[in-house]
């Protein structure tokens, strides 16, 4: 999964301050009242943004089973996945923060930044065997604060028929999806396929793109990132890709590849259940193209990372502690990869459930080298999230040449 939609930088800055100068002044962020700091604990209470009935139901039983193993029941709440930062945001001024709460990897960081999470080593837990870009989604200034059992990245699906037909290889590099996609487009279909939308999305879809020919989220002006943008200007430029891509989602770039409008796409394996039910559709699925023969594509990553929240109940933070634990083991790790077409977080996990499921192969390997959003710029990613998807949308339309377009993405993400 990726990044939901976060509320305005200004709003969560000044929330941010307000609950830092809380937590300092008080040395806890709260809690729930069940339960007491010295009385046994028997539950404890759970947020996240599984909204969705059969995803809620699935992460509830896991919640469940754990809290059992922990000796505790645990009480899952979720809301819409908008709503989650604004929620934890409040809850964290007020001191009423879950006792164990679910974000997406790139929002971690600012909670972590207004002291309402604590940090995992404190419990002991073991944090071993993850890929070192899924344990830096967790990490804040050098400590663990959140742990992933399972990930996502992106990867290319293409039509097997399709490429069949025009005699086409699965492209390896940036000159072969050039000239694969060439080949394919036709009248009522084109070669490629990308979610370029002004969002998050946009911007996680052309990440690997940006980071694979060694562009940097940290200084985006640069000729590294200009020849990636320059990829997607020409692929729109060509025919080979619709510029109806700048208003794409990754659900609409999943219902043009399945309705065989086009014969390649960018997309993440949430979408394997459905593709797997859409009849006469033979796919396949590759890592992502590399500028030359011989790299390795760099991928994003997505999924939540579970956190405990600072609370004056040590004896529910332990309890909390016990079942992220349990969430993270290579059992919850097999169950929820089984269950939602994702990756398992310890490399040797992943590694088994890769070879046990084809389809996913391509992503194993992605996710081995995939990087945290955050990563590089901490808080300061959503600033150069923004700069990127509106330099894509002035690049792709022509307004701007990618140089241009991406001098001011600069700007954008320094703020200047």
Partial sequence: MISPASPPARQIAALLGTIALILTATGCGGGTS??????KVTSITALDYYTDESEHAQWGDLLTGCGRTVGVKVEQTSVPAASLVPQVLRQASSRTL???LMLDNPDMQQIAQSGALTPLDRYGIDSSGFARGILSAGTYQGKVYGLAPNVSTVALFYNKDMLSEAGVAVPRTWDELKAAAAKLTRPGRYGMAVDANASSEGTWQFLPFLWSNGGDEKRLDTPQAAQALQLWVDLVKS???SKSVLNWTQADVHDQFAAGRTAMMINGPWRIPALDKAKN??????????????????TPLGGEVWTVPQSASKARQEKAAQVLACLNNSTSM????????????????????????????????SVEGARARTGELGVGWPKAATGIYTAIQ????????????LRHAQR?????
């Fill in 239 to 241: 025919g080979s890709m």
């Fill in 412 to 416: 954008i993400a320094t703020g200047n």
């Fill in 34 to 39: 069940a339960g007491s700091a010295t009385g």
């Fill in 334 to 365: 097999l169950t929820l990869a089984e269950q939602h077409f994702t990756v398992p977080s310890r490399s040797a996990v992943a590694s088994r459930y890769g070879g046990q499921v084809p389809s996913m192969a391509a992503f194993v390997r």
């Fill in 98 to 100: 879950p006792d164990l």
């Fill in 281 to 298: 559709l033979r796919w396949g699925v590759a890592p992502i193209p590399v500028p030359r023969t011989g790299q390795t594509p760099v």
């Fill in 394 to 405: 002035s690049a792709v339309t022509g307004e701007q040449t990618p140089e241009e377009a």
